[in-house]
């Protein structure tokens, strides 16, 4: 019999950069579902990460300073239980902080 139990990943970022990276990971290499991946601040206050990254970082001024670097990004999906180590893998690999299920 086959385990078709699911459990949910998540993983948390220091930047978007990285959690769209993440996204892409499992999208392209797991074949989840977009409306199936949750992207949210690992707190209660709205952040674009922790440190600046991508058109944040490249700005003529120095970084930018309009969206607030609030702490960390959270990544989560609902996966195959069998998925859990390939995906765990794949987040690492985009840059995740921390990876955990429930």
Known sequence: MADDSTTTIRATFE???????????LVQQHGISRPDIFIQSATDRNTAGSVPSGGDAAHEEGARRDAPLEGQI???????SSQFAAVQRSLGHAGALRVSSR
């Open 74 to 80: 959270e990544v989560s999906a609902d996966i195959a």
């Open 15 to 25: 930047t978007r950069e990285a959690a769209d990276l993440a996204v892409e990971h």
